[in-house]
């Protein structure tokens, strides 16, 4: 019986180790060629239904595992591999060279494949952001790169806001700026601080280029749904470099140049500027004491004087590697940039540490942080008269700069009229304005891998920010003149955020099944105080404590809150049938109680066309082909944090005496913007997807404007914010790429796109009762239904008359029509709808080369069909209707003797011809090279184990253009009105070497 029970126990002991033997657990990774992660792959029992599906690290353990199985590995697209077990434990598998359709893609709280993705998502890559070391801001990247995303810079000066727009412009007074995430946490965006004439300094400015993995653009509901409130301007996902497995990389790249302004307008000197002012005053028949003696006049550029060869340098070194257990990546950068304009400078500090750390088996942990600093010497911008570009272009230039004793000369004499105070020089001398932006970024993740399919996130992070700006006007400046003036502008920002995400993958035979589940927090807070003060007794006293009188002083506090919960279903059959299901149901606390909370669903299918069988025969051919479609709603939440609120002000309201007073209505009803929004596409390979693009067709529909309701007086209030109107946006994006020649020595890929835009109101508020909706008319613009936004709104500009040099205005039949007659009477003609300042079309092309060690990249940008109005046009183009200096081509004015021209008579101090109308509108349709670069890579037989490559880089090379004032490529406004430029400095034109240096 002993025996028995021995044998027993033993044949047990074998029965076990025999299946442990056969079955087991097997951990692994997928890598691409590149050693990249490939998240979203399966991994099977070859002729079982037992698999699983890689994390968003590459990673994967499958159970139940018999020794002589066989994995079957796939990703979408890649060569399938099998891999025999045998007495492995542990498998790493490098599939096939990773084709551009198979790269990863970010998405919101996860990452996909440009394959698998059903959603409208662009993506610039590292090595994109790298080819560009002279943007100034990470939106530049963006520029003519991305099917369907406008950017333009609001004017050549360092630091100035950009403006982004993905897919048209969809509120009025919203923003229409995207929501900006950076390694998963929403941070900053939009203008910030003084403005100084223009729109403020841009806090992304303190983001280092180097820095940056990738930057994903989610343009459709379905990708963007995923951030509900936020998410109807598009999303910008912005992902920094982390650390890799293997021995230390080392980067150090350096570059230097020069800029200098890409146009100048070519101004009157003073002889041509003193004899058109005489002609002007004998044309009006006004007294000789209002000539000028031509004999005591001076010539002075004050263009020249403003202005210099700029320059700039960047450093940047980083390291990145690590062990299957700790990874890192660090880097620092400095960039020093001294623009064209004097005085115009601008330094940025970078800093960053990305830890990723596993802490055990199913823990992994990740930590980042990046500190940063810009400190800035601005000048005026745009709208600013006092800006000492603007003057330097409308002062007179027959006057001296300096006195014979070298100080500034302010007499506008011998001009018998002066003109605002100060000078250029007074300006460009007098005007000192610092601006410090600190900025620091931290995250903390834990990932716990629950099961090999599940896992769950937690991710704290926090965003500090602020903006230190002091600023000093001489008093011979025209904004300090006579008393000067000094102020400080304190803005300090506290962003938190709490994210929680649960994930889930699992394969079953040909189903394939993700799933997303999340809320998150989002706190901040914003406290500015202001103070300014003047009467200096010297203009060499710059702070504000030397003040004799404090003029203000102000404080403010304010905080939003956001609060979500998300979800992401994601189905695949047999690799073919694709179908996303995404939600988010959002809180915030800038509406009204009755719709404090909301909800915005999207869904997408795709199908994988090539996938079918029917397409085997010219798989040789159509390597990819997929369709997709989206349709869902998003939001709009970028209002003031109290619009729906009912607010008091408390201030020296009786008489000097504390008091206080009702300044808004509540509305408890007040909620965001909701757009809708469908998505067609069509996405496609050949030949071995050397050839792909797409081809898509969007609709966006915009519903619940926030506008400010005019208000009876009587109600003791002008206005109240309302839900009140609609946009449409539509539009067609193509993309092509392709991979042109690629042998051992020469490769030319080339890569377009270009994008439609129409615009549209199709709803306003009907106030007076008529029917339809009431126009709002802002400046030379109005919004009007069945118009787009912003058109522009005119008296029509109808040349001169021959006969005596009036300028004359084509007249209406009272609806807007012209009659075919013209009058000299300008108010007698009607304004018009006569311009959109929005292009038909817009996109980039990018070309790249290498032969050997030779690289070459050339990439133009071009817009068609957009108008700019030159709001400066009526100082500068005024045939001297007042006391500015004008452009040389205004001497081709009307005489007796020259009467076929375009430019009226001269009348000095009257009005003919400079008023507001078509005159001043221009075509903005431009094509510019924005970029060329030649680039050299030494032979290893030099540098052994050093990858040393030089580089030259031109920017804004060339443009071709028919616009007259300074540059097309302007913002021109910066709300839902744009297209006005006033003095908008032109982009920087950039010549640059550089060296890149990699170990």
């Known amino acids: 019986m002993k025996q028995k029970l021995q044998f027993l126990l033993l044949f047990l002991m074998l029965f076990s180790f025999g299946v442990n033997a056969q079955n087991r657990t097997v951990t692994g990774k997928v890598t691409n060629s590149k050693g990249e992660a490939i998240p979203g792959a399966t991994v099977v029992v070859k002729g079982t239904s037992n698999g699983v599906v890689t994390r968003t690290d590459g990673t994967f353990s499958i159970n139940n595992v018999p020794s002589d199985a066989v994995l079957v590995i796939q990703a979408f697209g890649l060569e399938t591999q099998e891999v025999t077990v045998g007495s492995q434990t542990n498998i790493s598998v490098s599939l096939s060279d990773t084709k551009a359709l198979d790269e990863v893609v970010v998405v919101g709280y996860g990452t996909t494949t440009k394959r698998s993705i059903t959603g409208s998502v662009a993506t610039v890559k590292s090595e994109d952001i790298a080819s560009l070391p002279t943007v100034s801001t990470i939106e530049n990247a963006l520029t003519g790169r991305t099917a369907g995303v406008q950017v333009n810079a609001q004017n050549g000066v360092l630091g100035a806001p950009v403006t982004v727009r993905v897919r048209g412009t969809a509120s009025l007074n919203a923003s229409s700026q995207p929501l900006y995430v950076l390694d998963g946490i929403p941070v900053a965006s939009g203008e910030t601080g003084l403005g100084f004439g223009g729109s403020g300094t841009n806090p992304l400015k303190n983001l280092n280029p180097s820095e940056i993995e990738s930057i994903e653009v989610l ?54 500027f003193t004899g058109m002012w005489n002609a002007a005053v004998d044309n009006r028949g006004l007294p000789a004491t209002f000539r000028i003696d031509p004999t005591s006049i001076e010539n002075t550029d004050f263009i020249d004087l403003v202005t210099r060869t700029g320059n700039i340098q960047e450093i940047n070194a980083s390291v990145r590697g690590g062990t299957q257990s700790t990874k890192y990546y660090v880097s620092a950068a400095f960039a020093d940039a001294n623009g064209y304009i004097e005085r115009n400078n601008q330094q940025r500090f970078n800093l960053r540490l990305n830890l990723d750390q596993k802490i055990s088996e199913k823990v992994n942990m990740s930590f980042g942080i990046a500190p940063s600093r810009s400190v800035s010497f601005r000048v005026g911008e745009e709208n600013a008269v006092g800006a000492p570009l603007t003057y ?81 006007f001489a008093d011979n400046t025209t904004d300090g003149f006579g008393t000067g003036l000094s102020d400080i502008n304190n803005v300090q920002r506290y962003n938190y955020t709490w994210t929680n995400t649960i994930n889930y993958n699992q394969v079953f035979g040909k189903h394939k099944v993700s799933g997303l589940l999340g809320s998150e927090l989002q706190n901040s807070v914003t406290e500015t105080t202001f103070t300014s003060g003047n009467e200096f007794p010297d203009n ?29 279903l994601n189905y695949t059959f047999a690799d073919k049938y694709i179908v996303s299901l995404t939600g ?23 199908w994988v066309v090539s996938q079918e069988s029917f397409m085997s025969g010219v798989k040789n051919v159509v390597s990819f082909l997929k369709l997709r479609a989206s349709y869902g709603l998003t939001g709009n939440a970028a209002i003031g944090n109290f619009a729906s609120r009912g607010l008091i002000g408390f201030g020296a309201d009786y008489a000097g005496a504390p008091g206080f007073e009702p300044t808004s209505l509540s509305n408890d009803d007040l909620t965001w913007e909701t757009t809708a929004q469908l998505d067609l596409a069509l996405e496609w390979g050949i030949l071995d997807d050397r050839i792909r693009g797409s081809f898509g067709y969007y609709v966006k529909n915009t519903r619940d404007l926030l506008l400010a309701r005019p208000l009876p007086r009587e109600s003791g209030f002008t206005t109240i914010t309302q839900n009140i109107g609609e946009i449409q946006n539509r539009g067609i994006e193509i993309e092509i790429s392709a991979d042109i020649f690629k042998t051992k020595d020469f490769t030319w890929t080339t890569s377009f796109n270009i994008s439609t835009l129409q615009n549209k109101v199709t709803k306003l508020a009907d106030l007076d009762g008529d029917g339809k909706g009431d126009d709002i008319i802002s400046g030379r613009q109005i919004i009007r239904e069945g118009e787009p936004l912003g058109s522009f709104f005119l008296v029509n500009y109808a040349g001169v008359d021959p006969t005596n040099g009036d300028a004359l205005w084509f007249s209406t039949d009272g609806n807007e029509n012209r009659d075919g007659n013209t009058t000299n009477a300008y108010s007698t003609a009607d304004r018009t709808i006569s311009g959109n300042p929005f292009p038909d079309f817009f996109g980039g092309w990018t070309n790249k080369f290498s032969y050997k060690g030779f690289d070459l990249s050339v990439f133009f940008q071009f817009t068609q069909g957009n108008d700019l109005y030159r709001n400066e046009g009526r100082f500068y183009q005024s045939n001297l209707a007042s006391v500015f200096n004008n452009t040389t081509d205004q001497l081709n004015y009307w005489t007796p003797t020259n009467t076929n021209t375009n430019i009226p008579q001269p009348r000095a101090l009257l009005s003919n011809g400079n008023q507001h109308s078509t005159r001043y509108l221009d075509d903005g349709s431009f094509i510019r090279l924005k970029t060329l670069t030649l680039g050299y890579t030494l032979p290893k037989s030099l540098t052994k184990q050093y990858s040393v490559r030089l580089y030259f880089q031109g920017q804004n090379l060339w443009t071709q253009t028919n616009y007259t004032g300074f540059d097309p490529e302007v913002g021109g406004g910066n709300g839902a009105l744009q297209g006005d430029v006033f003095f908008a400095a032109p982009q920087a034109r950039t010549l640059l070497f550089g060296l890149n240096l990699n170990f």
Do not use: C, W
Not at 253 to 259: I, L, M, V, W
Not at 432 to 442: A, E, K
Not at 584 to 606: I, K, T
């Open 392 to 472: 330097a272009h409308l002062y007179f230039p027959n006057v001296a700069a300096f006195n014979p004793d070298g100080t500034v000369n302010t007499s506008p004499a011998p001009n018998p009229f002066g003109q605002f105070p100060g000078t250029p020089v007074s300006n460009q001398l007098g005007q000192d304005f610092n601006s410090i932006i600190t900025q620091v970024v931290s995250n903390l993740s834990l990932n716990y891998q629950i099961l090999p399919f599940l896992s769950a996130q937690t991710k704290v992070a926090i965003e500090t920010f602020q903006v230190d700006e002091r600023r000093k």
């Open 584 to 606: 988010r149901y959002d809180g915030s606390s800038r509406f009204g109680n009755n719709n404090r909370y909301g909800f915005f669903p999207a869904a997408s299918l795709g």
């Open 540 to 568: 060499r006293l710059k702070t504000l404590a030397s003040a004799a009188n404090t003029v203000s002083g102000t404080g403010t506090g304010t905080e939003f809150t956001f609060v979500g919960f998300f979800t992401r």
């Open 219 to 272: 343009k459709d509901a379905s990708a963007a749904s995923i951030y509900g409130s936020r998410g109807s301007n598009g999303v910008i996902l912005i992902t920094t470099k982390r650390g890799k497995a293997g021995k230390p990389q080392v980067s150090i790249n350096y570059y230097y140049g020069t800029t200098a302004p890409t146009n100048t307008l070519d101004m009157m000197n003073g002889d041509q």
